[in-house]
Nanobody, 123 residues
Framework: QVQLVESGGGSVQAGGSLRLSCAAS????????MAWFRHAPGKEREGVAA?????STSYADSVKGRFTISRDYASVYLQMNSLKPEDTARYYC???????????????????WGKGTLVTISS
């Protein structure tokens, strides 16, 4: 079992920054892959960024160069810079045991999900 608690969401103006954190507890084995997803109204859930236990990362094209994912033993972080109104969404932390498909950022490979934190970007 893994428990995930996100924090750091909020409202900022376009061009601003936010740092999301996700504290994970429970099985280390189940946290081999850690990722951030987002879900905006009227859109499908999108894999924003993923990081494997070996430190390799992947990003959605829409956030490359603006977002940075990182992790330590018990948490995963998402530094978000140059935020745009289209980044507005609920952001979810997720973890999974799969390394092979981690960087594809698919929802189906994630085993545990947090409840999400809301990010609102105003123009």
């Amino acid at each position: 079992q893994v428990q995930l608690v996100e924090s750091g969401g909020g409202s900022v103006q376009a061009g601003g920054s936010l740092r999301l954190s996700c504290a994970a507890s429970g099985s280390t084995y189940m946290r081999a892959c850690m990722a951030w997803f987002r879900h905006a109204p009227g859109k499908e859930r999108e894999g924003v960024a993923a990081i494997r236990s070996d430190g390799s990362t992947s990003y959605a094209d829409s956030v490359k160069g603006r977002f940075t994912i990182s992790r330590d033993y018990a948490s995963v972080y998402l530094q978000m810079n140059s935020l745009k109104p289209e980044d507005t969404a609920r952001y979810y932390c997720a973890v999974g045991r799969s390394l092979d498909y981690c960087l594809m950022r698919g929802t189906s490979i994630m085993d545990y999900w947090g409840k999400g934190t809301l990010v609102t970007i105003s123009s």
